[in-house]
């Protein structure tokens, strides 16, 4: 099964040790890694194919995010294997077929560039793309670029004469200045200022002013992968959780005896569960239904920040001390949880879409 | 269930296939109108029985045509009284009743919980005897579990069966006993071995209500009515073949049903049987507009539960179809369930004001309601006897 491979793998790839590593290091990228994801067809779950892809569907990249979230994998799988990736199969050109086979291949990845303030508010964009003859001139700045740093290509939403649009554009265009961020969870993001950058039509993907055909598709795409990293790394920092109660010893016995503990940890795996359910159908609804599966992500991306956010506080609290040290991994899941719960939308946002779609 | 954004819709379009079209002509042509309100409310269930009183004529017509089909256990076996659905058939035919918003035809703890426990450790004869009665509505039965020593510690029921040769002879008393007073039957947990462990000297036998030396007493509730009774058994004859599975091994049964049992209450717990109305939308009616943000806020993260909750009912339900039952599981969503269902209806209570603090007032029985759910989280196992499970055989933990 796609998910015993997965983990299997990442146990021995990527452990939380390695992003340990890399964070003292100072890296935020790691190339060896991804090549070999690619090479398992990872980075191409969502790639037709004909483009060299294993087009495994929005389940399998959920599984896979699940398990890489459950060891916090440093990897760029879903701002380009899962957003860039679905946001080129919405475009059905040469130029897009191309993109998707580096994808694929490993070759290239890709950062979303939407957010400009301190929270995901897409139809919010003030960053403009002015006509210039044939093309369009981009000014302005955006944040929380996740995976923006290292990242080969930048997908870019702008305001146009009559809406917005979204660009493709190479990092290390001119005008282009990235700032990597030092963020929390020790994972690449920059701040992005665009000085009157060239774009060209070729640049659009899609329709000029029509950048929600291609960008919502995408959007929703990371939004259910990342709810299923959450939930994987709800699971990974519960795991770690339930082995230490079973091995710390207080008053002479275990602490796994103390009722107390006991039902603390029960109450979590019971979220766990539950979020779990959101998750799978989630990716079942993004493949099988794709125009109706907003409620489906929402509700995932909902669930998950609250499971995951339950999961590393009561980490924390029940491996007590040692669970606030830096030494120990706990809160490398509880940084992560964080980062995961603002992007792409937080739990109000996304709260917000299940009840408008409830009849709130 | 898959969560859609307009639900009705999507099904219209899928899987339209020879089973739902027969069906749903079926329903259109039998289902009468006064039974497509959707209404779940106490007074609104058909409960059959023998002293049963229909409502109405429709009522006592929507049963008997449905049983006629195997409707009321459309998941049970053509010869025990069912329809012999498959799973797949099972999500069509309630999706189907969803549609028009059909009252269920007859509930009963006979279908919830002594059927599935028959179907899984009953002889061949003791299914065809005494499934066909509760699929058709004509005997209701009732569950002696509880004792005044024996709540959370079940298996410490203290209710004696004697061997008598050709019968048990039985003293004691149960509580809790939901409509004893109104059921034909009741299976009980009986203490047969008084030597053994306490879980291996239990039977579950099986007793006429009627019987010399049954006497039941009503216990009012904080909701004003009583649904629950206490039940005496004085010298009570039980024959031999009025057991389930082996003597001695009726904790094996005890557990199995309560799986079930727990199961069927967490389902009342995320609220999504009969349409699965949105929190909002109920709200919405009561105050004219969800303009408390307070409550629309603890409305909406209600409401997210309330749904995640109900795919991992389905998550489950399809996972006992492939052969892995809830099992152990079904803690987990009895506890996530029930816990839900007082908050949602703590919500509504505060949705209604004081509009909602009179009995029978502009709200109905909105109040009684609100009080019956907090018996949820106790009922069929506390939630920390839940949370005990999950612990101890879930996830390993020293008991």
């Known amino acids: 099964m796609l998910a015993d491979m997965a983990r299997g793998f990442l146990d021995g790839a990527a452990p939380v040790a390695k992003l340990r590593k890399m964070r003292d290091a100072g890296d935020t990228q790691d190339s060896a890694l991804w090549k070999e994801m690619a090479d398992m067809g990872w980075a191409g779950v969502l790639v037709p194919e004909a483009q060299g892809g294993s087009d495994m569907g929005y389940a399998a990249a959920n599984v896979l995010a699940r398990e890489m979230g459950k060891t916090l994998a440093v990897s760029p799988f879903i701002s380009s294997a899962v957003i860039a990736a679905t946001a080129l199969r919405q475009v059905a050109d040469a130029r897009a077929e191309a993109a998707l086979a580096r994808i694929a291949a490993g070759e290239a990845t890709y950062a979303l560039a939407v957010d400009e303030g301190i929270k995901f508010d897409p139809e919010a964009t003030q960053m403009t793309a002015r006509a210039d003859g044939n093309g369009f001139r981009l000014s302005g700045k955006k944040q929380f670029v996740v995976d923006g740093a290292m990242a080969d290509r930048l997908l870019v939403l702008a305001r146009t004469d009559n809406g917005l649009t979204l660009f493709d554009i190479p990092a290390d265009r001119a005008g282009v200045t990235r700032d990597r961020t030092n963020m929390i969870d020790a994972r690449d993001a920059a701040r992005i200022t665009f000085d009157d950058v060239e774009a060209t039509g070729e640049d659009v993907l899609g329709q000029v002013d029509q950048a929600m055909t291609v960008l919502k598709p995408a959007l929703m795409a990371g939004q259910g992968a990342l709810a299923a990293e959450m939930t994987g790394l709800a699971a990974g920092a519960f795991d770690m959780t339930v082995g230490y109660l079973k091995e710390r010893k207080q008053f002479g016995v275990e602490i796994a005896r103390f009722q107390a503990l006991q039902h603390r940890a029960a109450h979590l795996w019971c979220e766990i569960e539950v979020t779990a359910s959101a998750i799978l159908n989630a990716g079942r609804m993004m493949d099988a239904d ?58 109000s946002y996304h709260a917000e879409q299940v009840a408008a779609a409830r009849g709130f | 269930m898959s969560v859609e954004t307009t639900p009705d819709a999507v099904r219209e379009e899928t899987a339209p296939d020879a089973f739902r079209e027969e069906l749903r002509a079926w329903l259109e042509e039998n289902c009468p109108q006064e039974m497509r309100d959707g209404k779940m409310a106490e007074n609104s269930i058909c409960w059959g029985g023998k002293n049963w009183q229909f409502t109405s004529d429709a009522q006592k017509q929507w049963l008997e045509r449905c049983a006629a089909r195997g409707y009321t256990v459309p998941t049970w076996p053509k010869d ?130 009627e019987d010399a030396g049954v006497d039941t007493r009503p216990i009012k509730m904080i909701s004003g009515i009583s649904p629950f009774c206490e039940t005496f058994f004085t010298d009570v004859k039980v024959p031999k073949d009025q057991i389930v599975g082996e003597e001695n091994r009726g904790w094996d049964v005890a557990k199995y049903l309560l799986t079930h049992e727990r199961e069927m209450i967490s389902g009342g717990g995320a609220g999504l049987s009969g349409g699965g109305r949105a929190l909002g939308a109920v709200i919405n009616d009561t105050m004219e507009g969800l303009t408390d943000a307070t409550l629309r806020a603890d409305a909406m993260r209600c409401e997210i539960d309330s749904l ?40 509504m209570m505060t949705a209604g004001g004081s509009d909602a603090l009179e009995w029978d007032g502009p709200l109905g029985n909105r109040a009684g309601d609100w009080l019956r759910t907090k018996a949820n989280s106790i009922e069929g196992g506390t939630s920390e006897v839940m949370l005990s499970i999950v612990s101890r055989r879930v996830l390993g933990l020293p008991g």
């Open chain 2, 308 to 347: 995640a909750i109900g795919l991992t009912l389905e998550r489950y339900k399809d996972q006992a179809e492939a052969g892995q039952g809830a099992g152990d599981a079904s803690a987990m969503l009895k506890y996530m369930g029930t816990e839900l269902n007082k908050q949602r209806h703590e919500l």
């Open chain 2, 80 to 209: 025990y009284g069912g329809a012999g659905l498959n799973r797949a058939q099972e999500k069509i035919f309630h999706q189907e009743m969803d549609r028009i918003n059909a009252r269920k035809p007859l509930q009963s703890f006979g279908i919830w919980m002594l059927g599935p426990a028959l179907l899984h450790f009953g002889s061949h004869e003791q299914k065809l005897h005494y499934l066909p009665p509760i699929a058709r509505g004509e005997i209701r039965w009732c569950q002696g579990y509880s004792e005044p020593g024996a709540g959370s510690d079940l298996a410490n029921v203290q209710t004696r069966g004697e061997d008598k040769g050709d019968h048990w002879l039985v003293n004691g008393q149960k509580i809790w006993t939901s409509y004893a007073d109104k059921a034909d039957w009741i299976f009980a947990l009986v203490r047969t071995d008084r030597e053994a462990p306490k879980h291996k000297g239990i039977s579950f036998l099986l007793m006429n209500m």
């Open chain 1, 290 to 347: 794709p125009e109706n599966a907003a409620l489906a992500v929402s509700l995932a991306k909902a669930r998950a920040t609250q499971t995951a956010t339950l999961a590393v506080q009561e980490g924390v609290q029940m491996h007590g001390g040692i669970g606030m040290t830096d030494a120990y991994d706990m809160g490398f899941y509880m940084k992560r949880a964080r980062v995961g719960a603002e992007w792409l939308g937080d739990y």
